[in-house]
């Protein structure tokens, strides 16, 4: 099958290389839009205790802001990488998981323990919730319960799962519907609630404030 480089217009060009500028001279900062990253970095507090599903340079970033965090990973070698960070830092305050699941699915199981780990969180206990990694539509689910009022919900590459404007490639058009009927139901979860969503002409990233 041939790849299709329509969307390589000048935009994404200027786009890709301001992304690419900012990720060289912010090496730690999470693989979120920047917008996104400068948000959390002002809204998160030492007290806070926090779920991510898709571990990384977030996992760190995340633990050197918050008393507490789980994070569950799918990828066994990168679960093993991101482990030695840890320990390499003296990070203790992460429950870190590893569970295989299959990140090109869209749609998981809700019983599947990649995403069962996270439900294993007391309900309305976590101050943000990180859906990234796999299964991410059974993730979303798990996260509207898991979230407490006045914390949440970030979604990362959100424009391929629900409809919005955006100019990031593979974007969901507003006009259409989510990609599976549990984004459908996070949507309709969510629609009353605050959000702020980013662009940065590649990818987006969603945060959703639970009232």
Same mark, same amino acid.
């Given at each position: 099958?041939?790849?299709?480089?329509?969307?390589?217009?000048?935009?994404?060009?200027?786009?890709?290389?301001?992304?690419?500028?900012? #990720?060289?001279?912010?090496?730690?900062?999470?693989?979120?839009?920047?917008?996104?990253?400068?948000?959390?970095?002002?809204?998160?507090?030492?007290?806070?205790?926090?779920?991510?599903?898709?571990?990384?340079?977030?996992?760190?970033?995340?633990?050197?802001?918050?008393?507490?965090?789980?994070?569950? #990973?799918?990828?066994?070698?990168?679960?093993?990488?991101?482990?030695?960070?840890?320990?390499?830092?003296?990070?203790?305050?992460?429950?870190?998981?590893?569970?295989?699941?299959?990140?090109?699915? #869209?749609?998981?199981?809700?019983?599947?323990?990649?995403?069962?780990?996270?439900?294993?969180?007391?309900?309305e206990s976590?101050?943000?919730?990180?859906?990234?990694?796999?299964?991410?539509?059974?993730?979303?689910?798990?996260?509207?319960?898991?979230?407490?009022?006045?914390?949440?919900?970030?979604?990362?590459?959100?424009?391929?799962?629900?409809?919005?404007?955006?100019?990031?490639?593979?974007?969901?058009?507003?006009?259409?519907?989510?990609?599976?009927?549990?984004?459908? #139901?996070?949507?309709?979860?969510?629609e009353n609630?605050?959000?702020?969503?980013?662009?940065?002409?590649?990818?987006?990233?969603?945060?959703?404030?639970?009232?």
């Open positions: 099958m041939k790849r299709s480089f329509r969307h390589w217009t000048f935009r994404y060009i200027a786009d890709r290389t301001a992304l690419a500028l900012y #990720e060289r001279f912010h090496p730690n900062a999470p693989w979120l839009t920047r917008q996104a990253v400068d948000f959390l970095a002002n809204w998160l507090r030492p007290n806070d205790s926090g779920l991510e599903w898709g571990s990384g340079r977030s996992t760190v970033w995340f633990a050197h802001r918050v008393s507490r965090l789980m994070s569950i #990973e799918h990828n066994k070698s990168w679960h093993d990488v991101v482990k030695s960070m840890l320990a390499a830092r003296s990070l203790g305050n992460v429950d870190y998981r590893y569970h295989a699941a299959d990140p090109a699915r #869209e749609t998981g199981s809700l019983t599947h323990p990649y995403v069962t780990a996270g439900a294993q969180l007391p309900a976590a101050d943000f919730v990180l859906v990234d990694g796999a299964y991410r539509d059974c993730c979303a689910a798990i996260a509207l319960s898991r979230v407490k009022p006045g914390g949440i919900i970030i979604v990362d590459n959100v424009n391929w799962f629900l409809p919005h404007a955006s100019r990031s490639p593979s974007s969901i058009l507003q006009d259409k519907k989510p990609v599976t009927p549990l984004w459908q #139901e996070f949507q309709h979860m969510v609630w605050r959000s702020y969503w980013t662009s940065n002409g590649v990818t987006d990233t969603a945060i959703f404030f639970k009232p």
